[in-house]
């Protein structure tokens, strides 16, 4: 009843049924069938009808002010639902190399954006979080995309393309990739995770012949073992500050290769609303991130003589 409210207090405004219809975009037919349906609701008239004319009762100059007070609180109503802050807590999963690149920038924007959402952070491996999303232990997570489908209850939402760069003791000069790969020893990134089983692939399709005296899953141990100067490792610009004092970049150059990030979640989640705003968040925090890595993973340009 609340359309044949609105009309009402048109005809109270403008006089008429055929004025209140112009107005708000209606026959004068039309007005009159919506004050027929509430006259009906109400159980009582409140038109005197006369030929073609209505003029208020008594009946209806009472209803007045109370149609007046429920439109009015509807509007109150929608305004405070559209403009309520968005609240509740989202259970995410991230990789250790996400947890420290790109996922700071992005809750600091979500914090700013949503101050009242917040966010209980998991740690684990790519595989894992699968699981724990698929479980709906978590209700998305942050990691690299899978070598597999995914199964058909979740979705993939790439973010960010991180390109790997041959990380090298810095005291260790060169910049061919593949001879440095030769004469050095090798820290492999396990090739039981997603982003070693995309190094293993880069490896066999250049035919580089490896023999690892480490394997590690985390990306950050394998750079600290560069620096150490146990060898040279394969791993992915994860964010700008990713190489520490000791260790350089060698680039790959036109062999360059990528691993992707990106967020997977439920197909019909259970806190889309959350997840919504979550997603947005990482995406602003991955243009940066993205042309950031890209840009340390270029080749030096050559100095001018």
């Known amino acids: 009843m609340l359309r044949e409210l609105k009309t009402f207090l048109a005809v109270v405004r403008w006089g008429t049924f055929a004025a209140a219809g112009s107005r708000i975009g209606l026959t004068q037919s039309a007005v009159s069938a919506q004050m027929q349906r509430l006259e009906e609701a109400l159980g009582a008239p409140l038109f005197t009808r006369t030929g073609r004319s209505a003029t208020l009762n008594e ?3 009472e209803a007045v002010e109370m149609a007046r007070q429920i439109v009015g609180l509807f509007d109150e109503l929608a305004v405070r639902v559209t403009s309520r802050e968005l609240r509740g807590t989202v259970r995410m999963g991230a990789i250790q190399t996400a947890q420290v690149g790109m996922l700071p920038a992005a809750l600091g924007i979500l914090r700013d954006r949503h101050p009242l959402v917040s966010v209980r952070l998991v740690h684990g491996s790519s595989l894992f979080l699968i699981g724990q999303v698929d479980s709906g232990e978590l ?167």
């Not at 995309?145 to 760069?165: D, G, H, I, N, S």
């Not at 070693?196 to 073992?225: N, S, T, Y």
Request: aromatic content about 6%; overall charge negative; hydrophobic content about 45%.
């Open 59 to 61: 009946a209806g100059e």
């Open 139 to 305: 209700d998305a997570a942050l990691m690299i995309a899978p070598p597999f489908m995914l199964p058909r209850e979740l979705l993939w939402q790439p973010l960010v393309r991180e390109p790997f760069v041959l990380a090298v003791p810095g005291d260790v000069p060169g910049e061919d990739w593949r001879q440095l790969l030769a004469a050095h020893p090798f820290i492999r990134y396990d090739r039981a995770s997603f982003g070693g089983r995309g190094v293993e692939h880069f490896l066999r399709r250049h035919d580089q012949q490896v023999e690892a005296m480490l394997d590690i899953e985390d990306v950050d141990a394998m750079v600290a073992m560069v620096a150490a100067g146990l060898g040279v490792s394969l791993v992915p610009i994860t964010r700008r500050n990713c190489l520490p004092p000791g260790v350089r970049a060698v680039s790959l150059g036109k062999d360059i290769f990528h691993r992707e990030l990106g967020l997977v979640m439920p197909r019909e989640p259970r806190r889309r609303e959350l997840l919504n705003v979550l997603r947005e968040c990482l995406e602003v925090a991955a243009q940066p991130h993205a042309a950031e890595s890209e840009a340390l993973a270029r080749p030096p340009r050559p100095v001018s003589q």
